[in-house]
T-cell receptor, first 116, second 113 residues
């Protein structure tokens, strides 16, 4: 089955710096890759996602890149702010173009701390 | 607020007791997912429904766990004879038939003493 590895497990940056979180997946059939932000005591909140027919997607300070050949995808946050501090999860699934249901396989999470 | 809602938000129970959680998905979302999240880990898939049909169950879902979605709207997850290892956050998510984005609820945090 699918396996998703996420690195680093913790990341500390200064306000204004960039943060990069990387994930690898094992199942080449995976075609949808969302990123979620989870704050303490809350459910995961989608921040950006990418489908396998796209190599890069950007939304303001957040961008995601996908390398299907290497089975890598990464989250890039620029101009970090203290309110970006949270746990970030990558995930992979076979979500479209099939009837496989779209269950998400999550990485282990990255605790991001942005110091003012 | 028309997001996914879950009740209760917190549940403390004694080992051996039964517990039931409820999830109300976003209106008209026909796919509903249950995940379990332990401390410091990512959510793990448990099961999913398309309308009222339970289409997939994880190996994590032992025979003490049962999930239902009787009318294709809200869903319940029941754990019988709870064990300390069942302590976790139980998350529910939903998505529409043609969508892929899963919207998560706030979760139910279970503590088994």
């Amino acid at each position: 089955g699918e396996n998703v590895e996420q690195h680093p497990s913790t990341l500390s940056v200064q306000e204004g710096d960039s943060a990069v979180i990387k994930c690898t997946y094992s199942d080449s059939a995976s075609n949808y890759f969302p990123w979620y932000k989870q704050e303490l005591g809350k459910g995961p909140q989608l921040i950006i996602d990418i489908r396998s027919n796209v190599g890069e997607k950007k939304d303001q300070r957040i961008a995601v890149t996908l390398n299907k050949t290497a089975k890598h995808f990464s989250l890039h946050i620029t101009e970090t702010q203290p309110e970006d501090s949270a746990v970030y999860f990558c995930a992979a699934s076979i979500s479209w173009g099939s009837n496989q249901g779209g269950k998400l396989i999550f990485g282990q999470g990255t605790e991001l701390s942005v110091k003012p | 607020d028309t997001g996914v809602s879950q009740n209760p938000r917190h549940k403390i129970t004694k080992r051996g007791q039964n517990v039931t959680f409820r999830c109300d998905p976003i209106s008209e979302h026909n796919r509903l997912y249950w995940y379990r999240q332990t401390l410091g880990q990512g959510p793990e898939f448990l099961t999913y429904f398309q309308n009222e049909a339970q289409l997939e169950k994880s190996r994590l879902l032992s025979d003490r766990f049962s999930a239902e979605r009787p009318k294709g709207s809200f869903s319940t997850l029941e754990i019988q004879r709870t064990e300390q290892g069942d302590s976790a956050m139980y998350l529910c998510a939903s998505t529409g038939e043609t969508g892929v984005t899963q919207y998560f609820g706030p979760g139910t945090r279970l503590l088994v003493l």
